[in-house]
T-cell receptor, first 112, second 112 residues
Framework: GESVGLHLPTLSVQEGDNSIINCAYSNSASDYFIWYKQESGKGPQFIIDIRSNMDKRQGQRVTVLLNKTVKHLSLQIAATQPGDSAVYFCAEMNQAGTALIFGKGTTLSVSS | KAGVTQTPRYLIKTRGQQVTLSCSPISGHRSVSWYQQTPGQGLQFLFEYFSETQRNKGNFPGRFSGRQFSNSRSEMNVSTLELGDSALYLC???????????FGEGSWLTVV
């Protein structure tokens, strides 16, 4: 079946470090992936997305890398700030394009 | 541009009761989907609507239902509430198939 998972449940970094959050997916036919940030008490917030015809996509301080060969996705956050502390989810869109399949999330803790 | 709006934000219900949650999508978005988030199961897809038609449904019992109105607003209903239904219920919207999905802040349901 389809599933999306994350490698680590928690990640602790120092302010100013670069953070890398990883995600593995199982459906090789998936062609759209999204990273979300969820702060305590709030809904998931869109960060960045990538389609399967790309290997890399950059946003403001964030980069998503997609390795289709090993079905791996990563989110890189440059110069991590305390405000980046949250739970990060990768999500895979189903083949119908109507629903997301989420991994279990990685809690990023940034200390100053 | 207003985001996805959900009401109520918090509610407490008793086992056996039923509950209705409301969602207003981002203006212009015609696809509305619902997700349940719990600590144990994570984020799970409930159902998706487009132009008042349910196009996709997740693996939830029939006690969970929804509908979409002609103005794209949506409601979901849970009947005969069980303690295990306590969760954050998230509504999301998008322009349509294969487009980015944006989430609201959620409705926190506690069943006692």
């Amino acid at each position: 079946g389809e599933s999306v998972g994350l490698h680590l449940p928690t990640l602790s970094v120092q302010e100013g470090d670069n953070s890398i959050i990883n995600c593995a997916y199982s459906n090789s036919a998936s062609d759209y992936f999204i990273w979300y940030k969820q702060e305590s008490g709030k809904g998931p917030q869109f960060i960045i997305d990538i389609r399967s015809n790309m290997d890399k996509r950059q946003g403001q301080r964030v980069t998503v890398l997609l390795n289709k060969t090993v079905k791996h996705l990563s989110l890189q956050i440059a110069a991590t700030q305390p405000g980046d502390s949250a739970v990060y989810f990768c999500a895979e869109m189903n083949q119908a394009g109507t629903a997301l399949i989420f991994g279990k999330g990685t809690t990023l803790s940034v200390s100053s | 541009k207003a985001g996805v709006t959900q009401t109520p934000r918090y509610l407490i219900k008793t086992r056996g009761q039923q509950v209705t949650l409301s969602c207003s999508p981002i203006s212009g978005h015609r696809s509305v989907s619902w997700y349940q988030q719990t600590p144990g199961q994570g984020l799970q897809f409930l159902f998706e609507y487009f132009s008042e038609t349910q196009r996709n449904k997740g693996n939830f019992p029939g006690r969970f239902s929804g509908r979409q109105f002609s103005n794209s607003r949506s409601e979901m209903n849970v009947s005969t509430l069980e303690l295990g239904d306590s969760a954050l219920y998230l509504c999301a919207s998008s322009l349509g198939v294969g487009n980015t999905i944006y989430f609201g802040e959620g409705s926190w349901l506690t069943v006692v």
